[in-house]
């Protein structure tokens, strides 16, 4: 069981906006920054979003995202076909036991 | 351009060992931080290990404390994560990425292609 929660299924129809929330704690979400990933099928992960909302480089505006106290959200509008993927988000977990990464469970997006 | 490439992978019996590395090229390796995440077939993504740009600090998940050893070359531009005891549950594409570089945790920018290991009778 994944440390942060996702959906683990989301849809939409091109054009559309689609929302994925991560639901996390204190010691994750609640202290530190959140981060995004899409996987294509048979790819490496690829950042979406860092610092809950930092592009890098190349990411197309259409994605967004936001943080509010535990939860953050991944928002994709202008929905296209490319965009089906799995996303994953994550956050640094400031853990007693140690410090450590912590991802979402995923969640696949299909484009109907 | 940055590139992160992992070998090492591999068919091994459980109680086993390997050794996986990650060359990188295309960024001061020496300045980064570096990860191991693994994701299971089929499954999600499992953070497995963190190493600080000198090496001074180390991570681990709770479940390969004590099997794993990270460790990195900055002359070489390599990372490496040594794998002992081996067991099924092991299985896995494993990836080495890089953290973005910045004085806090704020997320994996760049991955290798990843690297399967195997852990079957």
């Known amino acids: 069981q994944s440390v942060l929660t996702q959906p683990p299924s989301a849809s939409g129809t091109p054009g559309q906006r689609v929302n994925i929330s991560c639901s996390g704690g204190?010691?994750?979400?609640?202290?530190?920054?959140v981060n995004w990933y899409q996987q294509l099928p048979g790819t490496a992960p690829k950042l979406l979003i860092y610092?809950?909302?930092q592009r890098p480089s190349g990411v197309p505006d259409r994605f967004s995202g936001s943080k509010s106290g535990t939860s953050a959200s991944l928002a994709i509008s202008g929905l296209q076909s490319e965009d089906e993927a799995d996303y994953y988000c994550?956050?640094?977990?400031?853990?007693?036991?140690?410090?450590?990464?912590?991802f979402g469970g995923g969640t696949k997006l299909t484009v109907l | 351009e940055v590139q992160l490439v992992e070998s090492g992978g591999g068919l091994v019996q459980p109680g086993g060992s390997l050794r996986l590395s990650c060359r990188a090229s295309g960024f001061t390796f020496r300045s980064y931080e570096m990860n191991w995440v693994r994701q299971a077939p089929g499954k999600g993504l499992e953070w497995v290990s963190y190493?600080?740009?000198?090496?001074?600090?180390?991570y681990y998940t709770d479940s390969v404390k004590g099997r794993f050893s990270i460790s990195r070359d900055n002359a070489k531009n390599s990372l490496y994560l040594q794998l002992y005891s081996l067991r099924a549950e092991d299985t896995a594409v494993y990836y080495c990425?890089?953290?973005?570089?910045?004085?806090?945790?704020?997320?994996?920018?760049?991955w290798g292609q990843g690297t399967l290991v195997t852990v079957s009778s």
């Open positions: 990425a890089r953290e973005v570089f910045s004085s806090s945790p704020q997320g994996l920018d760049y």
């Open positions: 190493i600080s740009s000198t090496s001074s600090v180390i």
């Open positions: 994550a956050a640094w977990d400031d853990s007693l036991n140690g410090p450590h990464w912590v």
């Open positions: 610092n809950n909302n």
């Open positions: 204190s010691s994750n979400i609640g202290s530190n920054p």
